[in-house]
């Protein structure tokens, strides 16, 4: 069946760098593509996302990139601060379906002050 | 305008019980799915209900049922509990499909002892 790949299950990284997570997916008419973060103790809340008519999306300091041919897609976080410790899901739609998400197993960002 | 209302927030059940919980989609929303979440598996999806209608279902076994109302409001049911069923339980909302406009709530924390 249809599955979604999420790489690094765990990333730490120095206030101010970037951090980049990837997720490849297996089915080929996935069109859409958004990024949930989840913060300790409360809900998922969409951060992001992209669908297939556009390569990169960007809204200030998070980036989203798509590579259709190669079924992957990335989150970009720049200049990264304490608050953006969390852990973060991709998802990709499943083509032929009621737009139905199936979810990464989730990445837990850690930003060290 | 109001979020995702889910009820209760905690609850702590024995072996064996029954537990129902509740979700109450943003107003306009039809759709309404739900989800187990534990560490390290993410976001493991239960089913989806749309105007009444069981829509989707994931791989759980029949102890995991649910039912949505007029109103679109959702409850869901977990019997013979049993001491893996302890997670978070999410539900997300959205006017029709995941792939637009798809919101999740803040969860039922459920603890089987």
């Known amino acids: 069946g249809e599955n979604v790949e999420q790489h690094p299950s765990t990333l730490s990284v120095q206030e101010g760098d970037s951090a980049v997570i990837k997720c490849t997916y297996s089915?080929?008419?996935?069109?859409?593509f958004p990024w949930y973060k989840q913060e300790l103790g409360k809900r998922p809340q969409l951060i992001i996302d992209i669908r297939s008519n556009v390569g990169e999306k960007k809204d200030q300091r998070i980036a989203v990139t798509l590579n259709k041919t190669a079924k992957h897609f990335s989150l970009h976080i720049t200049e990264t601060q304490p608050e953006d410790s969390a852990v973060y899901f991709c998802a990709a739609s499943i083509g032929g379906s009621q737009g139905n998400l199936i979810f990464g197993k989730g990445t837990k960002l850690s930003v060290k002050p | 305008k109001a979020g995702v209302t889910q009820t209760p927030r905690y609850l702590i059940k024995t072996r064996g019980q029954q537990v129902t919980l509740s979700c109450s989609p943003i107003s306009g929303h039809r759709s309404v799915s739900w989800y187990q979440q534990t560490p390290g598996q993410g976001l493991q999806f239960l089913f989806e209900?749309?105007?009444?209608?069981?829509?989707n279902k994931g791989n759980f076994p029949g102890r995991f049922s649910g039912r949505q109302f007029s109103n679109s409001r959702s409850e869901m049911n977990v019997s013979t509990l049993e001491l893996g069923d302890s997670a978070l339980y999410l539900c997300?909302?959205?006017?029709?499909?995941?792939?637009?406009?798809?919101?999740f709530g803040s969860g039922t924390r459920l603890t089987v002892v």
């Open positions: 089915d080929s008419a996935s069109n859409y």
């Open positions: 997300a909302s959205s006017p029709q499909r995941q792939d637009y406009g798809y919101t």
């Open positions: 209900y749309f105007s009444e209608t069981q829509r």
